[in-house]
């Protein structure tokens, strides 16, 4: 991934929040007729290494399982907030004019060599964390043991677990970096009036790009 110096993002913590809290990742890898893409949920164990190991599964139909070798390696992409930038935001088009748009965003990319795990209770115990994660917060969590056993068993052999060692960990922070500050503060002020919350989020790593550049105020 190309990276500007403006752009490099190597908090280790904040790319295993971006990873935890955009799971369904984009994950790469070469299979036998080439490229092979596929958008898993993963779980970032973080016990696991010094930058942790994702965790996650496939459907046993998928080919992909099947290529997966110590030569084969992997690559998985997290998105976080992103959003398009409108130079009408920029203070810099009255006042000269040479503005252009953009694209704002956020990324992680989790480099290693995925295995194949078709144990039982690793896959079991895969499916609970996993599950126990994003059901935390509502009412009535559902958890695998609420389905029938016979029918849990059933989904068990239809899936086939993925574990990817992350040995490589890359950020990119697209946040306005490299515009003129009163175009990066008109940015803020744009995204905000937008009223999404995509853009809400965009405007907050704005700021937060400008308060980790200038501590003290800009």
Known sequence: MYVNRLHQLTDREA???LMAS?????WVCHGSAGLSANHVPFLLDRSRGPLGTLLGHVS???????VLGSSVPSVVMFQ?????ITPNWYPGKTEHGKVVPTWNYVVAHAHGVARVVEDREW??????????????GRPTPWRVADAPGPFIEKMLHAIVGIEIPVDRLEGKLKASQDEAMEDRRGTVR???EEGSSEAAAM???VVRAIDAEFPGGA
Do not use: C, I, K
């Open 80 to 84: 976080g907030p992103q959003a398009y």
């Open 203 to 205: 405007a907050d790593l």
């Open 15 to 17: 790319l295993f929040s």
């Open 190 to 192: 744009g995204l905000r």
């Open 22 to 26: 955009h799971p369904l990742g984009a």
């Open 123 to 136: 896959m079991l115990d895969m499916l609970q964390r996993l599950t126990a994660v994003h059901e935390a």
């Open 60 to 66: 046993r139909a998928n080919d992909v399982w099947r």
